[in-house]
C-alpha cells in the first residue's frame, strides 16, 4: 500500500513538473500558427479594410469540410454561407457582374485560388470578372481546391466541367506539385494518396502530440527542420509528371473548342529582393517556410520553370511581385489581395488576345 502512495505520488509530482517545463518551454520559445501570426495583422493585411477578429475566424472556419469524390480521385469544397466567405456548388463564390453571360472561364488551382485568404469579392477569380466586366459577356469560375495538384486539377475539369466551345479554361499552379509530389512523395495529391515518407517512430509520436505539447512541438522541429538534398531520379519524375498533366490539359481542353492557358506561380523564394518582412517569413520556420519546404521549391522549380518555357501557352509569373514594396505574403506562397490583384492583372494580359 505504501508502495502504491509513493509511486501515486512520484507520477503525480512528474507530471507537474512536465507541466511547468513545457509552459516554460511554451512561454520563452514560443512559435506562432497561420491563425495566430495573422491574428497580429502582418504587413499584407496592413490596408485591408475588412480585416478584423471576426473575418480570421470566419476564414479558418470555411468551408468546414472538403469532399473527396473517390471514383474521380478529385476533391471539392463544401457548400457555405458566411458573411465573407460562400461556397455554392461547390465552388468558392465569385463575384460576376455579367450574371447573364454564357461564356466560361474556368480557374483551377490549390488554395492560391480558393483563397482564404481574403473575402469573395477579393480573390483572384472576383477581381479577374471585375477586369473583364466592362468589355467582355464571360463569367469567371472559381475551381480552386486547397492542396491538389496539376493531375487533381485535371481531372476535376474532366469529371466536374460541362466546356462549350470558346469557353476557356486556366491552370494556375507549381507550389502544390512541389510539396504534394517532391517533398510528401504523395503522387495522388491531396486526399487520394498517402505520403510515403517513412518517419522514425519516435518523431511520429512527436508529430502527433506537437499541437497538444509544447515540448513535443519543439522536438518536432529541431528533428524535422532541415535542409533535405532530394534524390534528382525523384525530381525529374515528378516534373515529368507534372507537364504530362499541363499537356493533356491542352489537348483536352482543345478537343472541346475551348482555349487553356497555363500560368506558373510564385512563390516566397522567387521575388527579388526580400524586404525585411519576408525575410522574417524565411527565418520563422515552419510552418511559414519550414527548411524542407524551401529545400524541395529550390531544387524543383527551377526545373519546372525550364519545362514550362517550351508551352506556347505557358506564362511565368514567378517574379511578378519583384517591384511590390508592400508583401503579399503571409507565409511562403499564400498572398493577401496586394498579390491576388497583381496575379488578376497579369492573367487579364494574356486573355484579352483571346476574347
Known amino acids: 500500500m505504501r508502495v502504491f502512495k509513493v509511486l501515486s505520488i512520484q507520477l503525480v509530482v512528474t507530471f507537474l513538473v512536465l507541466v511547468a517545463v513545457d509552459e516554460a518551454v511554451g512561454l520563452f520559445w514560443g512559435w506562432d500558427t497561420h491563425e495566430s501570426f495573422r491574428e497580429t495583422r502582418p504587413e499584407p493585411y496592413s490596408n485591408s479594410d475588412y480585416f478584423s477578429p471576426e473575418f480570421l475566424k470566419e476564414s479558418f472556419q470555411q468551408p468546414g469540410r472538403w469532399l473527396f469524390d473517390d471514383i474521380n480521385n478529385v476533391v471539392m469544397p463544401a457548400n457555405y454561407k458566411g458573411q465573407w466567405f460562400n461556397v455554392e456548388n461547390n465552388k468558392r463564390k465569385t463575384i460576376n457582374i455579367n450574371q447573364e453571360a454564357d461564356r466560361r472561364i474556368y480557374l483551377f488551382g490549390g488554395s492560391t485560388i480558393y483563397n482564404s485568404e481574403v473575402p469573395d469579392n477579393l480573390t483572384v477569380a472576383s477581381l479577374l470578372s471585375a477586369q473583364l466586366s466592362d468589355d467582355y459577356n464571360v463569367n469567371v469560375v472559381n475551381m480552386g481546391v486547397s492542396s491538389i495538384h496539376a493531375e487533381q486539377q485535371l481531372k476535376l475539369l474532366i469529371s466536374k466541367v460541362s466546356l ?67 534524390e534528382k531520379g525523384s525530381i525529374d519524375s515528378s516534373v515529368e509528371l507534372y507537364m504530362k498533366s499541363i499537356k493533356e490539359a491542352d489537348y483536352y481542353t482543345r478537343s472541346k473548342g475551348a482555349i487553356f492557358l497555363h500560368f506558373f506561380q510564385p512563390n516566397l523564394l522567387t521575388k527579388s529582393n526580400l524586404n525585411d518582412y519576408e525575410e522574417m ?54 498572398v493577401s489581395e496586394v498579390g491576388n490583384k497583381v496575379i488578376a492583372d497579369h492573367i487579364y494580359l494574356q486573355l484579352k488576345a483571346r476574347l
Open 281 to 334: 517569413l524565411i527565418d520563422k520556420g515552419p510552418p511559414f517556410a519550414g527548411k524542407p519546404i524551401l529545400s524541395a521549391v529550390e531544387q524543383t522549380y527551377p526545373k519546372m520553370q525550364k519545362a514550362l518555357s517550351s508551352l506556347t501557352y505557358s506564362t511565368d509569373l514567378t517574379h511578378i511581385f519583384d517591384n511590390l514594396t508592400l508583401s503579399p505574403y503571409l507565409d511562403f506562397c499564400h
Open 164 to 230: 462549350a466551345e470558346n469557353d476557356i479554361v486556366i491552370f494556375y499552379d507549381g507550389v502544390n506539385d512541389v510539396l504534394q509530389r517532391v517533398l510528401f512523395r504523395n503522387q495522388l495529391g491531396f486526399m487520394a494518396g498517402k505520403p510515403e515518407v517513412n518517419e522514425p517512430l519516435a518523431v511520429e509520436l512527436l508529430r502527433h502530440y506537437k499541437d497538444d505539447w509544447n515540448i513535443a512541438q519543439l522536438l518536432y522541429q529541431l528533428a524535422t527542420d532541415k535542409p533535405i538534398n532530394f
